[in-house]
């Protein structure tokens, strides 16, 4: 009797182990499945205080600057993106969306070369009242943003 006790003590034993292993994998794959789909969010400020490495995506958000839209040849587009304190300039070949505009938020996904950044994806407000959260939190601390009514 005592030989079995032992034998199902060590039988839990293993499959606390073999669960906590398969666990460990899970997370590993996770995370290695996950490392290029997260694009961390960085104001026009944090990008110039510490510039992140030319190959590295990141989204950036702001307001597109008043009288700064020029378009080039085809379908690039130049302006430049201000959270008020700072502004980049900004690099787009595409499309942009219909509610693109000046002095409107704008998140756009890219990297950061030799002080431009390079956007592959242009997002836009969907409507007046509508501004992106990190957009939104960025202009409250610079002091830029007011509640609508206020």
């Given at each position: 009797m005592a030989g079995m006790k032992g034998l199902k003590?060590?039988?839990?034993i293993q499959i606390v182990v073999v669960a906590f292993v398969a666990l460990a994998i899970a997370t590993a794959l996770i995370g290695y499945a996950l490392r290029d789909g997260i694009n961390y969010f960085r104001d026009p400020s944090?990008?110039?205080?510490?510039?992140?490495?030319?190959?590295?995506?990141?989204?950036?958000?702001?307001?597109?600057?008043?009288?700064?839209?020029v378009r080039g040849e085809g379908?690039?587009?130049?302006?430049i993106v201000t959270d008020?304190?700072?502004?980049?300039?900004?690099?787009?070949?595409?499309?942009?969306?219909?509610?693109?505009?000046?002095?409107q938020g704008m998140?756009?996904?890219?990297?950061?070369?030799?002080g431009v950044f390079k956007a592959?994806?242009?997002?836009?407000?969907?409507?007046?009242?509508y501004?992106?959260?990190?957009?939104?939190?960025?202009?409250?601390?610079?002091?830029?943003y007011q509640e609508p009514g206020s």
């Open positions: 003590k060590q039988r839990r944090q990008i110039l205080a510490e510039p992140p490495a030319p190959n590295e995506v990141f989204r950036i958000g702001g307001l597109v600057e008043a009288g700064s839209i379908e690039t587009v130049r302006f008020g304190a700072e502004s980049v300039p900004v690099v787009f070949t595409g499309i942009l969306p219909d509610l693109f505009s000046e002095n998140i756009g996904t890219g990297v950061y070369v030799d592959s994806e242009i997002l836009a407000k969907h409507d007046e009242s501004m992106p959260k990190e957009v939104l939190d960025s202009l409250k601390d610079e002091g830029l």
